[in-house]
């Protein structure tokens, strides 16, 4: 576990005047992103409401980093070591936060507003944990009341392979499914619309280092493959999985689409946010010593406040606000950490690589204030919530729009957050 260093310096502010007080993006945070500028797509850092285009400055920066830079994805960049990310960490904050720099980097700022983003890598592979402890205490209640966890859930960070070809940036449309459903009183499935489509809010790890095929990574040197974070929407037709997932797992209720947030926040800018694991209630296993390492149980958590609003067509409409659905921290709530993912997914000697990205499963707190699904939310669709709208919902309807947001907060630092993760829902095709 590395250091704070002068980077994360809470008196440290930006000649770009946007940054200081921002509320995501402030100079402690400075995250990376691929955006389209022209006919092109280019890296990019997150200051402010501004982008700075880090091909257009590579002058200024190590010459052994230009071709990294200078891709139209970070696949190459994450390659690197964590020493070069944070190289290339200290010296934005140098350069950001001395007006000496100012001039010539000023023309190569635009405007988040101005710009589309794209996916920050092309993903080679996605991968769904389950961490989540008390998501799946509560849709395991729902089907095995007496023992909501499987036997094997605080021995093995659960987890199943997903589809990367069609992870998509925040923002692109929710088209419904359609797939086999069978509802309980019906004798034969149909080929139809979902009407059970669900959210899962959660974390995602991208993957910086990889490890070679037959290399297992040690837990201790895991945080050293992470790159950084994000916020991911396991969009998921329940009465698709309810129906296909017995005996080999979510599969066409699942891979119609997942939606991330474009920055990468690094793990570098979320050392001040890290936290003890939540110790292990009384009686659980230790975990395995491939999975046991000090200095993770010390900081292996995340101190991140996460919140999920909906808004339905009538809502925009009559002008009404946004609907709070879920709000609750996810350190709390991951029983495994992100250093155990990675140390698990690799013990078989499976090869992560570079830019590849796993969910951590649904994050819901312990209450029922942070609950990370409608299918918990509204206990299967046995319990509908009410809208300010005076709508009703048990499911997502067509129109409306599930956003995603996430921020870390402590004592001495300053405030970051990982931007937003937006989609609406659109009718099948
Ligand atoms: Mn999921």
Not at 286 to 293: G, I, N, R, V
Not at 295 to 318: C, F, K, N, Y
Not at 354 to 374: E, H, N, R
Request: aromatic share 6%; with cysteine.
């Amino acid at each position: 576990m590395t250091t704070l260093d002068e980077t994360h310096d809470p008196l440290r502010t930006s000649w770009v005047d946007s940054a200081n007080g921002h509320p995501d993006f402030p100079i402690q945070n400075l995250p990376l992103g691929v955006f389209q500028r022209g006919d092109d797509a280019a890296i990019g850092c997150a200051i402010g409401d501004q982008i700075l285009d880090l091909a257009a400055i590579a002058p200024l920066l190590d010459p052994a980093w230009q071709r990294a830079l200078s891709q139209p994805t970070l696949n190459s960049w994450l390659a690197r070591t964590p020493a070069d990310e944070r190289a290339l960490r200290r010296r934005l904050s140098g350069l950001l936060s001395d007006p000496a720099h100012r001039a010539s980097l000023e023309p190569h700022l635009v405007a988040q507003s101005a710009v589309t983003m794209h996916l920050p890598v092309q993903i080679g592979d996605f991968t769904d944990f389950y961490v989540g402890i008390h998501h799946a205490t509560n849709v395991g209640r729902q089907f095995r009341p007496d023992q909501p966890l499987m036997p094997n859930y605080k021995y093995v960070p659960i987890g199943y392979h997903g589809r990367a070809s069609s992870v998509r940036v925040s923002g692109h449309p929710v088209i419904r499914p359609s797939g086999q459903r069978k509802p309980p009183e019906a004798t034969e499935p149909t080929y139809s619309p979902s009407r059970r489509l669900d959210y899962e809010l959660e974390l995602g790890l991208w993957i910086g280092r990889g490890n070679a095929l037959g290399s297992p990574v040690p837990i201790a040197e895991a945080g050293g493959h992470i790159a950084g974070y994000c916020l991911l929407n396991d969009w998921s037709a329940r009465d698709l999985q309810a129906w296909e997932y017995q005996p080999l797992g979510p599969f066409l209720a699942k891979n119609f689409l997942t939606s991330v947030s474009p920055w990468i926040i690094s793990a570098d800018a979320l050392l001040p946010f890290r936290k003890p694991m939540p110790p292990r209630p009384a009686g659980d296993p230790a975990p395995l010593p491939y999975l046991d390492d000090p200095a993770d149980r010390e900081q292996g958590a995340l101190g991140i406040s996460l919140i999920v609003t909906i808004s339905t067509e009538a809502m925009r409409t009559a002008g009404l606000p946004l609907h709070i659905l879920s709000n609750g921290e996810a350190s709390a709530a991951m029983y495994w950490s992100a250093a155990q993912i990675v140390a698990h997914h690799s013990s078989n000697g499976c090869n992560l690589s570079p830019g590849d990205l796993i969910g951590t499963g649904t994050l819901s707190t312990a209450d029922a204030t942070g609950q990370g699904s409608l299918l918990e939310i509204s206990q299967g669709g046995k319990a509908p919530i009410t809208l300010p709208s005076g709508e009703q919902r048990s499911f997502l309807e067509d129109g409306d729009e599930l956003t995603l947001t996430g921020w870390c907060e402590a004592s001495g630092a300053v405030r970051i957050g990982f931007g937003s993760c937006s989609g609406r829902v659109v009718p099948s095709r």
